[in-house]
């Protein structure tokens, strides 16, 4: 009791000297530890801070592991951020925690968001409502060592553009010693690393099939279509031995040390890429099947309002949700972090566009997918242990595949609870 | 003289009524209460609040409600669990008799060796101070194949085939264990040590004036006197492999207790449904069981080894 009325006094002379002095309300941001997210966020808030004289913003990080246990627990504490930025996937999960609130349609009207913005920002939407924007949006493409093209005897500047195309080039480029052991890969098989998005959401629908379906509640990809699609994959380790799980450890790792002709990687793999001196890289969006399907996997970090804000403090966050979802944000956001713009028109410049390294990743967000995660870590594992089950225990793929939808259903049953 | 001033001072009080060795008590139990108030909240507290949230559905985001034994039921209907129950076993039952083996034959022989006695030994305790995290990477790339890998490199040389590590279901734990038993070496050396070192040398003496021969006097008189050094460490090292962790988790940071969690133990399953699934009731559980494996584990070696 007397804790609390020492509390209230505080904070009614907080609030006095606040009204009194500068007028400022001082909101809180919260975002994961990343090098040049903190940086670009830092300059935002300054520009913020800027036009909004009577608005201060404070940020707060902290290190990726352990972000969602420390933002629940200071949201449900009643303290923490008036904005905060989530992973799309982890949108229900802080829903059902009451953590965030709905975007106020009056402040954010939903047409303007689904005219502006590319389409896979409806995975932060829930009945009418959304619930947070994106500044950036990342999405999957194919970077190739144009060195080991050249070596090889392939055209550096025409990367393959369909999947046959790719396993051509991935046998032409693959090097191994006299044992039969890989020492160079053609692609890099890392189901841990982006494989998994490939395979669920790219190969998946190129063989004919969908990875979900009844709105994203049932597990769909234990049909031919998802058979073909596992068997494409684990076949390129099998039967063409152009790759191999677990080669130099991480498939970004052998791309890096010039060991792997090809990977699959996203947008925010850019930054570490771009530190390569030893060879030339080129980047294309992901080959299409043989009928000209595409298919890329789209992911994004959403900014939210936390139900803690409330009153000015409230307004202040709506601002400063509208301002980091705008296009001069979006404009800075790509020049430091190298992360695409979530708005179309910020996207999809001439300039953009015609970039050797954007531009692929651009025209993928037209035709991604995001994956309606309910537990990532989860998930992943289970189309990990699917290809390892094929490719370590020679199990047959169809009852490797058959295991993981009961797994990953049981995962979308219980989210359901 | 405090005794009679306070008595002086407040006549008939209830202080000045007990006796000097009542207050010593008094006093004695007032500095005890710090420490143990400490550890009754750190540590006693959050157990018997993990019991509880054991019998609820605790999600960290959503609210606590009663479900009876659910979580038990699922824990002991979920293969993974058998498995990783198999797997944490594994640990213990090689982790804990080779490690204890190795380290008792460096102590045994080091305890002869007097040329760079404290050398050798500080070269033996190094890896235990080594960080957990960073030994496990500089394993993980030991274990990779070829080119990269040390190992693999070596036995390619060779001409042998190249192995999978821990690419493979069935070499992947003892994989893991290696550096964790290596790590572990250090100090199980130093106990022993000592313990040798606290045999009273007239015994070997008397022992050899006899006559006795060297494996004799290993089997009569060193390991008998050793035994209290002995349930210390085989206590010590089995509570550390039942609960290991750090190893696995560092050496396949993208595949924890991977491939097909041939590695994982009990400890990482337990981390992995608190902490990226969230699912603190049934993480909750899963404590529970631990905490009674370890409890039956340690009450059983701490009744065969006791002295009759």
């Not at chain 1, 020492?183 to 004919?208: C, K, N, P, Y």
């Not at chain 1, 068997?231 to 191999?244: A, I, R, S």
């Not at chain 1, 996203?266 to 992901?286: C, D, M, P, Q």
């Not at chain 1, 996207?347 to 050797?356: D, I, K, Q, S």
């Amino acid at each position: 009791m007397r804790f609390r009325q020492l509390l209230a006094s505080v904070a009614l002379g907080v609030a006095t000297l606040a009204t009194t002095g500068a007028k400022a309300v001082e909101i809180e941001y919260w975002q994961y530890v990343f090098d040049t997210r903190v940086k670009a966020m830092n300059q935002l808030i300054a520009k913020f801070q800027e036009a909004n004289p009577d608005i201060k913003v404070k940020q707060t990080t902290f290190p990726y592991a352990d972000y969602q246990t420390k933002v629940a627990a200071a949201i449900l504490a009643g303290q923490g951020p008036d904005v905060v930025q989530l992973y799309y996937g982890w949108l229900d999960n802080f829903i059902g925690g009451k953590m965030i609130r709905p975007l106020r349609a009056e402040a954010f009207p939903a047409a303007d968001i689904e005219r502006d913005f590319f389409p896979i920002v409806s995975a932060m939407k829930r009945g009418n409502d959304y619930y947070g924007l994106p500044t950036a949006v990342r999405s999957l493409a194919l970077f190739y060592n144009k060195k080991a093209f050249k070596d090889a005897g392939l055209d550096p500047n025409n990367p393959p553009k369909t999947l046959d195309e790719l396993v051509a080039a991935a046998e032409k480029t693959t090097k191994r010693d006299g044992g039969g052991n890989i020492v160079s890969a053609g692609i890099t098989l890392d189901m841990g690393g982006q494989d998994q998005h490939w395979w669920r959401e790219v190969l998946v629908r190129q063989f004919g099939g969908a990875p979900y379906t009844d709105g994203d509640s049932k597990v769909a990809y234990n049909d031919e279509a998802g058979l073909k699609a596992l068997t494409f994959y684990t076949d390129l380790q099998k039967k063409q031995k152009v790759g191999q799980v677990g080669f130099m450890d991480e498939g970004q790792a052998a791309f890096r040390a010039g060991l792997a002709a090809m990977t699959i990687d996203g947008t925010f793999r850019l930054g570490s890429f771009n530190s390569i001196k030893a060879f030339e890289w080129g980047v294309t969006e992901l080959p299409a099947n043989a009928q000209g399907v595409r298919s890329t996997f789209a992911s994004y970090f959403a900014n939210a309002i936390t139900t803690k804000a409330e009153g000015e403090k409230l307004a202040a966050a709506e601002k400063f949700l509208a301002y980091v979802s705008s296009p001069e944000a979006m404009k800075i956001w790509l020049e430091v972090v190298g992360e695409l713009p979530a708005r179309r028109a910020s996207a999809l410049t001439p300039e953009n566009v015609a970039n050797p390294i954007y531009g692929p990743f651009l025209k993928g967000l037209e035709y991604a997918h995001t994956t309606p995660f309910k537990d990532e870590l989860a998930q992943r594992q289970i189309a990990i242990d699917m290809v390892n089950r094929v490719l370590i225990n020679g199990e047959d793929p169809k009852t490797s595949l058959a295991k993981a939808a009961e797994a990953e259903q049981a995962i979308l049953d219980r989210a359901k609870r | 003289m405090s005794a009679t001033a306070q008595q002086e001072a407040a006549p008939g009080g209830l202080w000045s009524r007990i006796s000097l060795g009542q207050k010593q008590v008094i006093w004695a139990w007032g500095f005890l209460a710090a420490p143990l108030l400490f550890y009754v909240i750190i540590r006693f507290w959050p157990t018997f609040q993990a019991f509880y949230l054991s019998v609820t559905d605790w999600t960290l985001t959503k609210p606590a409600s009663f479900v009876g034994f659910e979580n038990y039921q699922r824990l002991f209907n979920d293969p993974l669990f058998w498995q990783v129950f198999r797997n944490t076993f594994m640990y213990l039952i090689l982790g804990t008799p080779i490690s204890l083996l190795i380290s008792f034959v460096v102590a045994y022989y080091l305890d002869r060796v007097r040329f760079m006695h404290s050398f050798i030994r500080a070269l033996y305790f190094l890896p235990f101070l080594t960080t957990a995290a960073a030994m496990a990477w500089v394993w993980r790339w030991f274990y990779q194949p070829v080119p990269i890998g040390v190992i693999n490199d070596v036995l390619a040389s060779f001409g042998i085939p190249q192995q999978p590590f821990l690419r493979s279901t069935s070499q992947a734990l003892p994989a893991v264990l290696a550096p964790a038993v290596w790590a572990g070496l250090g100090f199980q050396v130093i106990i022993f040590l000592a313990g040798l070192r606290a045999i009273p040398v007239t015994y070997y003496e008397a022992a050899r004036i006899d006559g006795l021969s060297e494996g004799a006097i290993l089997r009569r008189i060193t390991l008998p006197l050793l035994k209290p050094t002995l349930v210390f460490l085989v206590v010590f090292s089995s509570i550390g492999f039942l609960r290991i962790f750090d190893q696995v988790y560092n050496i396949n940071t993208n595949d924890p207790g991977g491939p097909l969690n041939s590695t994982k133990p009990l400890v990482l399953m337990i981390y992995q449904t608190a902490f990226s699934s969230y699912e603190m009731g049934y993480a909750a559980a899963q404590t529970v069981v631990l905490f009674m494996i370890l409890l039956v584990i340690s009450l059983v070696q701490l009744r065969l080894m006791r002295d009759r």
